[in-house]
Nanobody, 125 residues
Framework: QGPLAESGGGSVQAGGSLRLSCVAS????????MGWFRQPPGKEREGVAVAYIGGTSILYSFSVKGRFTITQDNAKNTLYLQMDSLKPDDTAMYYC??????????????????WGQGTQVTVSS
């Protein structure tokens, strides 16, 4: 098993909710970026929500802002993505990612050095 392990994906109808979890092994840095990306069928990977661990900054993509919420439980070494008001366009493989902090946490996949195996989210209309 790698340093990140996602769970919580599944199939849901539009308007429903899911909560994704990412259990992480300890990281070498006290400050780092960690968050969620997704890859819809036939499309490129895109950022969903990333957080500055050690700070308070969170970045959401325009398409999920107001519907998705990223939280963390330090005691459980777990990052969550609460997804509400799901839409068919949210259908994708969702990946947890972690990487060094370079002064900001952005949706740049090459700045993340650890990735989970992915968990599938399917939203039907």
């Amino acid at each position: 098993q790698g340093p990140l392990a996602e769970s919580g994906g599944g199939s849901v109808q539009a308007g429903g909710s899911l909560r994704l979890s990412c259990v992480a092994s300890p990281y070498r840095e006290d400050r780092y970026c960690m968050g969620w990306f997704r890859q819809p069928p036939g499309k490129e990977r895109e950022g969903v929500a990333v957080a500055y661990i050690g700070g308070t900054s969170i970045l959401y993509s325009f398409s999920v802002k107001g519907r998705f919420t990223i939280t963390q439980d330090n005691a459980k070494n777990t990052l969550y993505l609460q997804m509400d008001s799901l839409k068919p366009d949210d259908t994708a493989m969702y990946y947890c990612a972690r990487g060094r902090w370079y002064g900001s946490c952005l949706f740049r996949p090459n700045e993340y050095d650890s990735w989970g195996q992915g968990t599938q989210v399917t939203v039907s209309s």
